[in-house]
């Protein structure tokens, strides 16, 4: 014969025995949940403190110069990247811009630059690297449209070598 109670069988006392194992099982249960819990939220918890930690390191890699990121380049290495740099948008959550379409070409065969407008193509040639002060004096050259300025003349204004 089974040791199971039916609901003519079972005693009071029994019925109470029943709940009070029902009760510690579950007690249990929800103990080892919580652990479980507590151990990945310390899990996740480490590994949010190591994320910020690695973006941080990334960060002081990328100081802001002025207006400029220390770092980064554009242009093939030739012109410091203006700040923030594209590393400095990234992590702050900035989506790149979608690349241009061979539609949305323009009429100037250099760089994309609207025509007339001064290119570091006229002050530098492939490879050759041009210093923040040629930059400066591109960007406040008072040109009409159209000037090429070469960089025997951005080196000239600037004194440059």
């Not at 151990?39 to 002025?66: M, W």
């Not at 492939?126 to 070469?150: H, K, S």
Request: hydrophobic share 35%.
């Amino acid at each position: 014969m089974s040791d199971r109670h039916t609901a003519d069988t079972i005693t009071d006392d029994a019925l109470d025995a029943l709940y009070e194992q029902l009760e510690a099982a579950e007690e249990s249960e929800a103990q080892q949940q919580l652990a479980t819990a507590r151990e990945a939220f310390a899990a996740a918890t480490t590994r949010a403190a190591r994320a910020e930690a690695a973006l941080d390191r990334v960060r002081a890699l990328h100081p802001q110069e002025g207006d400029y990121c220390a770092i980064c380049t554009t242009d093939y290495g030739r012109l410091s990247a203006p700040w923030p740099c594209p590393t400095i948008r990234a992590l702050d959550g900035e989506q790149p811009a979608p690349a241009p379409a061979a539609t949305d070409a323009t009429d100037d065969a250099c760089c994309g630059k609207p025509p007339g407008a001064v290119c570091v193509h006229d002050v530098a040639t492939p490879g050759q690297r041009i210093t923040r002060e040629q930059l400066d004096a591109l960007r406040n050259a008072n040109t009409p449209p159209g000037t090429v300025i070469t960089a025997d003349a951005v080196n000239a204004a600037t004194d440059q070598p």
